[in-house]
């Protein structure tokens, strides 16, 4: 390494953030960017440690140590060659990813760990600016003809490695813009949406064609793929939401918790919204659900000025630090995070049980009815949960958010059209992430289940070396090493 006692001179330094108070006024990213001194300092860090997990912990086999010594030693153009060996897209990634190559570090046994995603997406920035990244065609063409559905970043990371292939792509989304659940469900304060056109503009240099407001199962139909293209790829996501049939749900204010992000990102690029507004502003918001998507409802609420902010979770409050018993080095922490947007206002509750949405005289929501419960084995020596008596309780709220996941892929359209089998979990059922029709592949949530945007990269560049083996009888596409098993699976 370049420097090899770098953990032990400098301190985990990360970027520090813009103020609360003013960054809720806009929707620019939170985090001011670090001088590329400290960001060479923070990659003297990494340490020459013999067996490198992070490798593991990320989903995608990220060749760490190696760009963060050619960062450490100002090869910036180096580090970018790395790491777009196994990430088509560091720039997403760098900002938005959990980090579960950091929580496998070996300097996290004992020291906090290397800000890896930090100079990931530093990385990314520099060869945006130095004009690094350029638009790189194929030399030659198959003259294979692939569709991806869908353009969220496993559709993405397909095209772009299929298209590197040789193979001419086409990317449908049913939307009006490209990106998926990065351009609708991430918010802009988190993901600024020129960081995804100034990709998808070198994309299309390089030859792949997308189609906006092409729904492949409703106006266009699955026959004409399969007629038109010699390989068919589905990466529209597992965009069912999960819903909490619960008394009250048909109230006015109860909606699931991407309605409310989309709206609003589309608010931000300017596009009209064809339905009623979901505001947040100057009322009671209640987010249920304690994952990254409830997060960014409590961050997207403080925008809209809203008068209070809640985010309430069914399970006990996660501990401060690891247990060292239970949830070892090099797992994924399960541990309480606190998000920027927690940072920005918020009450936080655990361990709340949802019983009513409740209603004023004009169907609309007023409040909501909980109570708290307690977690414990039950006599079945199963983890259960019982309700505590004389907490039941009505808050305020007239606007509920259902960000509590999601439980598949979308039933009708292209699935139902294809016949496609799915699994006991309702994803679309995959053999080398090829469906139960020929020529018909997956990949991303849609195949996985939910996820991270990190696995969605990794499987569209896995089903895309599957698709270019199938086609063409082997693939150059580079591969995953599956000699070990990710410990970030669970992450």
Same mark, same amino acid.
């Given at each position: 390494?370049?420097?090899?006692? #770098?953990?032990?001179?400098?301190?985990?330094?990360?970027?520090?953030?813009?103020?609360?108070?003013?960054?809720?006024?806009?929707?620019?990213?939170?985090?001011?960017?670090?001088?590329?001194?400290?960001?060479?300092?923070?990659?003297?860090?990494?340490?020459?440690? $013999?067996?490198?997990?992070?490798?593991?912990?990320?989903?995608?086999?990220?060749?760490?140590?190696?760009?963060?010594?050619?960062?450490?030693?100002?090869?910036?153009?180096?580090?970018?060659?790395?790491?777009?060996?196994?990430?088509?897209?560091?720039?997403?990634?760098?900002?938005?990813?959990?980090?579960?190559?950091?929580?496998?570090?070996?300097?996290?046994?004992?020291?906090?760990?290397?800000?890896?995603?930090?100079?990931?997406?530093?990385?990314?920035?520099?060869?945006?600016?130095? =004009?690094?990244?350029?638009?790189?065609?194929?030399?030659?063409?198959?003259?294979?003809?692939?569709?991806?559905? #869908?353009? =969220?970043?496993?559709?993405?990371?397909?095209?772009?490695?299929?298209?590197?292939?040789?193979?001419?792509?086409?990317?449908?989304?049913?939307?009006?813009?490209?990106?998926?659940? !990065?351009?609708?469900?991430?918010?802009?304060?988190?993901?600024?949406?020129?960081?995804?056109?100034?990709?998808?503009?070198?994309?299309?240099?390089?030859?792949?064609?997308?189609?906006?407001?092409?729904?492949?199962?409703?106006?266009?139909?699955?026959?004409?793929?399969?007629?038109?293209?010699?390989?068919?790829?589905?990466?529209?996501?597992?965009?069912?939401?999960?819903?909490?049939?619960?008394? =009250?749900?048909?109230?006015?204010?109860?909606?699931?918790?991407?309605?409310?992000?989309?709206?609003?990102?589309?608010?931000?690029?300017?596009?009209?919204?064809?339905?009623?507004?979901?505001?947040?502003?100057?009322?009671?918001?209640?987010?249920? #659900?304690? $994952?990254?998507?409830?997060?960014?409802?409590?961050?997207?609420?403080?925008?809209?000025?809203?008068?209070?902010?809640?985010?309430?979770?069914?399970?006990?409050?996660?501990?401060?630090?690891?247990?060292?018993?239970?949830?070892?080095?090099?797992?994924?922490?399960?541990?309480?995070?606190?998000?920027?947007?927690?940072?920005?206002?918020?009450?936080?509750?655990?361990?709340?049980?949802?019983?009513?949405?409740?209603?004023?005289?004009?169907?609309?929501?007023?409040?909501?009815?909980?109570?708290?419960?307690?977690? =414990?084995?039950?006599?079945?020596?199963?983890?259960?949960?019982?309700?505590?008596? $004389?907490?039941?309780?009505?808050?305020?709220?007239?606007?509920?958010?259902?960000?509590?996941?999601?439980?598949?892929?979308?039933?009708?359209?292209?699935?139902?059209?294809?016949?496609?089998?799915?699994?006991?979990?309702?994803?679309?059922?995959?053999?080398?992430?090829?469906?139960?029709?020929?020529?018909?592949?997956?990949?991303?949530?849609?195949?996985?289940?939910?996820?991270?945007?990190?696995?969605?990269?990794?499987?569209?560049?896995?089903?895309?070396?599957?698709?270019?083996?199938? !086609?063409?009888?082997?693939?150059?596409?580079?591969?995953?090493?599956?000699?070990?098993?990710?410990?970030?699976?669970?992450?």
């Amino acid at each position: 390494m370049g420097q090899i006692d #770098g953990f032990m001179k400098f301190d985990r330094e990360m970027p520090k953030s813009r103020d609360p108070k003013e960054r809720i006024k806009d929707y620019k990213e939170v985090y001011n960017p670090l001088d590329k001194e400290k960001v060479k300092q923070q990659a003297a860090r990494c340490m020459d440690c $013999g067996v490198p997990f992070c490798h593991n912990g990320c989903p995608l086999g990220n060749n760490i140590p190696d760009f963060n010594d050619a960062v450490y030693n100002g090869k910036w153009e180096e580090a970018i060659k790395i790491l777009s060996s196994t990430n088509n897209f560091p720039e997403f990634t760098g900002r938005i990813c959990p980090a579960p190559c950091e929580a496998s570090c070996v300097l996290s046994i004992n020291n906090k760990p290397v800000t890896i995603e930090y100079i990931e997406k530093t990385i990314a920035e520099q060869a945006f600016e130095k =004009g690094y990244l350029k638009p790189s065609p194929p030399k030659q063409r198959t003259g294979k003809r692939v569709a991806i559905v #869908g353009s =969220g970043p496993a559709g993405l990371a397909a095209a772009a490695q299929l298209n590197k292939a040789g193979h001419w792509v086409t990317v449908f989304e049913r939307s009006d813009r490209i990106g998926g659940l !990065l351009r609708y469900g991430i918010p802009d304060f988190k993901l600024e949406k020129h960081v995804i056109d100034r990709r998808l503009r070198l994309m299309e240099q390089e030859g792949i064609v997308f189609r906006t407001n092409a729904h492949v199962g409703v106006n266009i139909s699955a026959k004409h793929l399969q007629d038109e293209f010699d390989a068919v790829v589905m990466c529209g996501g597992a965009s069912a939401p999960r819903d909490l049939p619960i008394p =009250g749900r048909q109230l006015k204010g109860v909606h699931f918790a991407m309605e409310f992000l989309s709206q609003q990102n589309k608010r931000v690029a300017g596009d009209n919204i064809f339905a009623e507004d979901i505001l947040a502003t100057e009322k009671n918001v209640l987010v249920i #659900g304690g $994952g990254d998507t409830g997060s960014d409802c409590v961050g997207t609420s403080n925008r809209h000025k809203a008068k209070s902010v809640t985010q309430i979770e069914l399970l006990a409050k996660p501990p401060l630090t690891r247990n060292e018993a239970s949830n070892p080095w090099p797992l994924w922490p399960m541990i309480l995070n606190t998000s920027s947007s927690h940072e920005e206002g918020v009450n936080r509750e655990w361990a709340i049980l949802t019983k009513e949405f409740v209603g004023d005289s004009n169907g609309r929501l007023s409040g909501m009815k909980i109570a708290e419960i307690k977690w =414990g084995v039950n006599a079945q020596g199963k983890m259960g949960f019982e309700e505590i008596p $004389g907490t039941e309780r009505v808050i305020p709220c007239e606007l509920a958010l259902l960000a509590i996941g999601f439980v598949g892929a979308e039933k009708g359209g292209l699935v139902e059209e294809l016949k496609l089998e799915l699994d006991e979990r309702g994803n679309i059922r995959t053999t080398n992430y090829m469906s139960s029709q020929e020529g018909v592949f997956s990949a991303g949530d849609v195949r996985r289940g939910q996820s991270l945007v990190v696995w969605a990269i990794s499987e569209g560049r896995e089903a895309a070396r599957a698709v270019d083996t199938w !086609l063409m009888g082997s693939s150059n596409l580079e591969a995953k090493d599956e000699s070990f098993v990710h410990i970030s699976e669970e992450a």
